[in-house]
């Protein structure tokens, strides 16, 4: 039996069409963004992150997040995910129809203050605002918390652990589904992942949330493998490596989807994803962004021979 | 402190001179070679392998093995290690003064023939050969072995882990100091990884050998840590890269030496490796080898800031 029709063991959650698209300047069309966003969703992908709800005029890349949410709602079985900074954005999601939000706060003060010239305290703020928007408007939404610079800034240097499992409760409190760690400045290493997550854990419970880590020194998938360890079921990664954080210099390198997924795949870890389909994603990015480099050591070297996709 | 002033936990044994070169068409001068060898040594490295006892026209890359090692055993506390293939290559290490030489072993018979036209069996007979002769000539010259193709082949698929076992204690009777597993093919995946190097050190205690990991398909750290974690603590790596099996059709990219380190420093777990300077070793390698790709993540993004190194 193919492991892609058994019940996936972790979430592979999709970022590229936000994270990886912010970062690049160039504005894929939305037509193309809907035949990639197709692509993964028959590749098995079924959380995809499809852009922000910012000002069009500070990312114009994702001005189309709307658009691209109703055509992704169409797909079955897929949870549609928009980021939004702030309350308004939150408004903008709800009227979008977007399944869940997710909102990044930052625990550096410095990267807080770079980012959305707000400090952390302030940010907690605003997602008291933005649930409070849901209950009154949007009960079924989900509202999910992503804690940026967790494991290190590239302004500020290193993060106090305390400061993030504090932060975390903080927001766990206030009412979010659950609370995410992201290595923004691609400082995190495997025995502080492990740390980290294993402390949320404790913490949080059901509500420590999904592993946002990245490659930026080549850690990408060992640090995912310390999460997995610590008991990390959810997985932020891009196709292709496409995109970073712009805000955080020198930080750039999501982890890359296809080779993570084949990470577990190989682990005999379920992902529900077809890694022969999610390969062949690469094809409508590629034409949507003609220019736009790609990443990926797996379709570099291509399957091993024997390996069932 | 800093962490290069205290006893290394792991053993770092540098493979460029030898894995790296061999698949590199140029040849690099022996001035240079000596050049990055000391660089390396500077940079704290404990353990290289120099080159490979085989005929010169097969590997000309290679042909100057003995005046390298000649020049590296010079430099204080250096392993100097060579590959052989046979008896003969072993003599010629021993000529050359060789601190230790390493057998590959295929577990592979389709790849053994391929690389060496000799069974797996017929290879064991060598190393008792071998044995013999450190025996007669050379009692406290190191002979290890490596097991290539133990995580799977390009030319057979999938390898047997009992067969894997099997022929390491088998070399292990024979009277070989250590036996390492490698991952000749980049098929390697981090449970299989723990779960071989878990029966290798239940079956062989401390002659359980290195780890030879490659980063084909973008796993080589991942592998290196469930490795690390199932008690291995040496692990073969190239500086930038360079290298791979030019026998496995698309098994390239040894696991990079800097990012290694850097893994490891930044978990706590001592190299005596001083990174900065690993950086630097770089340079002499770029000058050897001008027209070469080299790679390496840290090396793209540089140390985090506040890392101490």
Known sequence: MSSSTQAPEV??????????????????????????VAALHAA??????????????????????GEL???????P????????????????????GAHKISLPISVSEAHSLANVRKTPQAMLEELRSVLALRREQAPDMGVEVGLSTAFGC?????????????????????????VGLSDTAGMANPA?????????????GERAGAAHLHNTRGLGLANCLAAYEAGVRTFDASLAGLGGCPYAPGASGNVVTEDLVFMFEAMGVRTGINLERLLAARAPLREGLPQEALYGMLAEAGLPKGFQA
């Open 192 to 204: 502080q992942v492990r740390r980290l997550f294993t402390r949320l854990r404790q913490e949080l």
């Open 44 to 65: 098995g992908l079924r959380e995809i992150e499809l852009g922000s709800f910012v000002p069009a005029r500070l990312l114009p890349q994702l001005a189309d997040t």
């Open 154 to 178: 590239t302004l500020q240097g290193a993060v106090d652990e305390d400061a993030v499992i504090r932060l975390a409760l903080a927001c766990a409190e206030a009412g979010a589904d659950d």
């Open 11 to 36: 979430l592979i959650s999709e970022v590229g069409p936000r994270d990886g698209l912010q970062s690049v300047a160039t504005t894929m069309p939305t037509a193309a963004k809907q035949r990639w």
């Open 69 to 75: 949410i109703a055509f992704a709602r169409g797909l």
């Open 77 to 96: 079985g897929l949870a549609t995910l928009a980021l939004v900074p702030n309350r308004r954005g939150a408004e903008a999601a709800i009227a979008a």
